[in-house]
């Protein structure tokens, strides 16, 4: 058996940090808004090299809070992909926003920025690109294009803690990055979390308002808000282990090395590709084949955990279907969701595990194993 994903295995390695620091919590009687969130609001926003960072209960939250943030309401539109979690088009729909959509590059999965000044309309307020699978989308073109028509960036990084754009971390160029810590994540909580990271100190301002009643003070509202916190309890959990997401992310590319090294050459198979403009911290390790739904069979007969990251693009899904996005719309994304399938990744897979993984999928290829022998080659 070799499961998709293993968050005992994760627990094993963290878990006196993780059980001194929700001691620390129960023994301080304090559990919502106190001095862990302030902490580590503190410690990811130096970790992502940026001024202020604003804890909410999710990504979702992140994304949804940082539109309403930057004024983001009913009547305007905000421009995004569909391949995606639906979380991101959930967030632009709770803003009160109408999402609209453009293709994805199919070399990364990620937004095809060319395509995005031909839906700018009057209502556009903002482009929400989505850094997919733990590789940063291609921001500097979006960043100009949003620089020259007044938009807003409001990044996606619930996939990409870690990553790189040319040097910096996703999260940290838009106007506002925002983070999900759902326990799968590269850095994930034991519950729900989510942050905002923010470079404007008006718009983190706003944020903070925003997640507690719109309050300046107790019982003192100045914006709708909502009720939206990371507590403490995971707060305090997030900081135990943040200290252990680099070498997780470098665990992460090793193994996804390795993959590569045992899957290359194979015909009809297409591996993930690393940008030369980012580094790729393997949220998930995406292949791609026509026979993708033969492939997940072949490896479940075999007790290998795959799962399709997604198999239905939003568009399509039954409640956004009316958002004026037909099935052909948006070919890239429709034939990725049919095609993509991710192998199991995490930074305690043991390597024989790859191996054993790399093995069956050249089985179902007929692809012989021996010619897959070789070292896989060292991460950067
Ligand atoms: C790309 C993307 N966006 C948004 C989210 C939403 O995060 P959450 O589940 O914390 O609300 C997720 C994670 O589920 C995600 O993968």
Redesign the pocket.
């Known amino acids: 058996m070799i499961p998709f994903l293993d968050l005992k295995a994760q627990y094993a390695e963290t878990a006196a940090a993780v059980q001194a620091a929700m001691e620390r919590v129960f023994q301080r009687g304090q559990f919502i808004l106190g001095p862990e969130v302030a902490a580590f609001e503190e410690e990811f926003a130096a970790y992502l090299g940026v001024p202020r960072a604003v804890g909410v209960a999710?990504?979702?939250?992140a994304?949804h809070l940082a539109l309403r943030a930057c004024g983001v309401g009913p009547g305007d539109e905000v421009i995004t992909v569909s391949h995606?979690?639906v979380?991101?088009v959930a967030?632009i729909e709770l803003a009160g926003a109408r999402p609209v959509f453009v293709d994805i590059l199919p070399a990364s999965y990620t937004l095809a920025p060319a395509q995005v000044e031909a839906r700018i309309t009057a209502r556009t307020r903002a482009i929400l690109p989505?850094h997919?699978y733990g590789q940063a989308a291609d921001l500097a073109p979006l960043l100009e294009l949003a620089k020259a028509r007044g938009l807003r960036v409001i990044e996606?990084a619930?996939?990409a803690h870690g990553a790189e754009y040319r040097g910096r971390k996703a999260g940290a160029w838009g106007d506002i990055g925002c983070f999900?810590?759902?326990p799968t994540?590269n850095l994930g909580a034991y519950g729900?979390?989510?942050m905002a990271v923010i470079g404007d100190p008006e718009l983190a301002r706003r944020l903070r308002l925003l997640r507690t009643y719109g309050w300046a003070e107790r019982d003192r509202s100045v914006l709708r808000g909502v009720n939206s916190r990371l507590d403490e309890l995971q707060a305090a959990v997030l900081r135990a282990k943040l200290p252990h997401l680099d070498a997780w992310n470098a665990r992460r590319r090793s193994l996804a090395a390795h993959y590569t090294a045992l899957l290359e050459g194979i015909p009809n198979l297409q591996l993930p590709q690393e940008l030369p403009s980012g580094k790729h911290v393997y949220h998930l390790y995406v292949v791609r084949t026509p026979e993708r739904d033969g492939l997940r069979r072949h490896l479940a007969d075999r007790g290998i955990g795959a799962l399709a990251h997604y198999p239905t693009p939003v568009h399509l899904q039954q409640p956004y279907q009316d958002l004026g996005f037909p099935p052909g719309s948006l070919p890239e994304s429709e034939a990725a969701a049919r095609e993509v399938l991710s192998l199991p990744l995490y930074p305690q897979l043991p390597e024989s595990a790859v191996g054993a993984v790399a093995a069956a999928v050249r089985q179902f290829f007929g692809v012989p194993a021996a010619a897959a022998t070789r070292a896989p080659a060292a991460p950067p």
Request: aromatic share 10%; with cysteine; proline share 0%.
């Open positions: 999710s990504g979702t939250d994304l995606t979690a979380a991101t967030a989505v997919l996606d619930c996939q999900s810590f759902y994540k729900d979390g989510g």
